[in-house]
């Protein structure tokens, strides 16, 4: 039977006095704060409910859980509640294959195709083997599974090996494929004979499914799922998700993850030896999609906080969002995971906890919270106001308010939340299909753009109109996936070119493919098909299908 929709405001009153860590061991009054931020993050954040689980080299953990796993009926989280870790499983991926290569299973320069020789690739720029895929520099796109809807697809290289991080959840799907290969039983099975079960996490699995969906939190999502949602916006529960896909499929409990960062915080200790635990933190490219000074290992992130040398890495799953960070040099470790999808991942929350520990270690003062920005304050806010007209004529006028924003919009005044440097949403809701992103020039903003309406104000100075190329308009529209990830695309056409959601550009590959976003080695593809009555019926993104729906 489906559940009634919970607004947030309700769960808010519903819940403000029950924001406190509900159980944990070794447990010690709130005096470094963190519970307090917590507090204070999971309102700011429009978190239901979170899992905590912080660990030292030696001792004791600590474990607690704040929020409700059921907003309905007020259940609250628990030790005992699963949640999944989304792309930390990446990490387990990386132990497997290491422990197959210490017992001289797998060699991890041996080409992938070798090892699988039925998988759909095109690897004419050289050949993809398992460092590759752990390390997300092979040069495919990042799918999420292996096989296509179109049993002749392949998915096609986009540059050499190793010469660019492009984060690849195909990936770590094929070495899922790898380690079942080579291990002769299910990759799920194989990482609870060599991880779990050393460890103790007696809780943990690699499936998500079956009986895993009678221990796991209630879980969350935007109630409109074809728009934007503003920060503090209306969430509903989603259904169950089944899904073995190795590039994130564990489920844990902080007890367990306690465990597991106990062992990563002692150099691979009981699971790997320490010649293949330097190898799986080895920094061997830079990352700065994930982080401006991160590097990635084998199924890690490695990057530095106060001077120590960190492990980290996020997970996004369809409706869970989850952050580990552990500190090398310092001993201490801390894991988090939310039960909602909204966009980001509880970063802070690790880092702090992380920092906390440090200096309870050190005999110093902790430091003070991270500040939770609040997305209705804009410090710049005087950098985008002003009047911006679209070649048509139409006007917009963006108006500063102090350090907040709105668009005047008749007699209405909708206000903006920030959601990057220079993009924001206008908090209405037939306003929520596009972000509104500002352009510069020299520094200065000049133009404005939400989803196929472009402006200009009076500092813009070149060219004001782009002749598009005829197939062009048979692509605009919104299309529609059954996958729990991505429901929802809309490609526009502005000022020439196509665009994915207003944001992602469209470049041209010949006929009806493009390649999607910025960068320019990019392997990520769109291709339109099944063009009638002069509109494409069909979008694949590396490989998976999206339907056109004729809505608003």
Request: aromatic share 10%.
């Amino acid at each position: 039977m489906a559940c009634p929709k919970i607004q947030r405001r309700t769960f808010l009153a519903l819940g403000a006095a029950t924001f406190i860590a509900r159980q944990s061991l070794s447990a010690a009054p709130d005096a470094s704060g963190l519970d307090t931020f917590i507090a204070r993050y999971m309102k700011a954040m429009n978190a239901p409910g979170m899992t905590l689980a912080l660990s030292r080299r030696e001792g004791m953990p600590r474990i607690a859980t704040f929020g409700f796993s059921d907003l309905e009926s007020q259940e609250a989280v628990t030790p005992d509640h699963l949640f999944q870790v989304g792309s930390i499983t990446k990490s387990f991926v990386a132990l497997t294959c290491l422990q197959l290569r210490e017992e001289g299973k797998l060699d991890l320069e041996r080409p992938i195709l070798d090892y699988l020789p039925w998988l759909p690739l095109v690897a004419k720029q050289g050949a993809i083997t398992p460092h590759h895929l752990l390390t997300h520099t092979s040069g495919l796109p990042n799918a999420l599974g292996v096989l296509m809807s179109d049993p002749g697809a392949r998915y096609v290289q986009a540059y050499r090996p190793g010469e660019h991080f492009h984060y690849c959840n195909l990936g770590y799907c094929i070495l899922g494929h790898l380690i079942s290969s080579v291990d002769q039983r299910p990759w799920a099975e194989s990482v609870r004979r060599r991880i779990f079960e050393p460890l103790g996490m007696q809780a943990s699995s690699a499936v998500i499914g079956g009986e895993t969906q009678r221990r796991m939190a209630r879980s969350y999502l935007p109630k409109f799922d074809d728009r934007l949602n503003p920060r503090l916006g209306e969430i509903a529960p989603t259904g169950y998700l089944v899904f073995d896909n190795a590039a994130g499929s564990v489920t844990s409990t902080p007890g367990d993850m306690a465990l597991y960062m106990q062992m990563l915080m002692r150099g691979g200790e009981g699971v790997v030896s320490q010649e293949s635990f330097a190898r799986f933190t080895k920094p061997y490219i830079d990352a700065a999609e994930l982080g401006p000074t991160s590097k990635y290992g084998y199924g890690i992130g490695v990057d530095h906080l106060d001077g120590h040398t960190i492990l980290r890495h996020t997970g996004g799953m369809a409706s869970f969002m989850s952050s580990l960070t552990v500190d090398l040099d310092g001993g201490v470790a801390a894991f988090a995971s939310i039960n909602a999808m909204l966009g980001y991942r509880p970063v802070p929350v690790t880092q702090f906890a992380v920092q906390l520990m440090n200096a309870e270690k050190q005999g110093k003062p902790g430091p003070a919270p991270p500040d939770l920005n609040d997305p209705r304050e804009v410090k710049n806010a005087s950098d985008f106001a002003g009047v911006f007209e679209s070649p048509s004529g139409t006007k917009l006028q963006v108006l500063a308010d102090g350090s907040t924003l709105n668009i005047a919009v008749g007699n209405r005044r909708i206000p903006l939340e920030r959601l990057g440097a220079d993009s924001f949403l206008a908090v209405e809701y037939s306003w929520q299909r596009f972000p509104l992103v500002f352009g510069r020039s020299n520094g200065k903003v000049v133009e404005l753009s939400h989803g196929p309406d472009w402006y200009v104000n009076e500092s813009y100075t070149g060219p004001k109109a782009f002749p598009a190329t005829p197939p062009y308009e048979a692509f605009v529209g919104h299309y529609r996936s059954d996958s729990p990830w991505f429901r929802s695309t809309r490609i526009v056409l502005r000022k020439g070119k196509l665009w994915a959601d207003g944001t992602s550009p469209l470049e041209p590959l010949g006929q009806a493919n493009f390649r999607l976003g910025s960068e320019s080695f990019s392997p990520d593809v769109a291709q339109f098909l099944q063009v009638a009555n002069g509109k494409a019926l069909l979008l694949k993104i590396n490989g998976s299908d999206r339907w056109r729906v004729e809505t608003p």
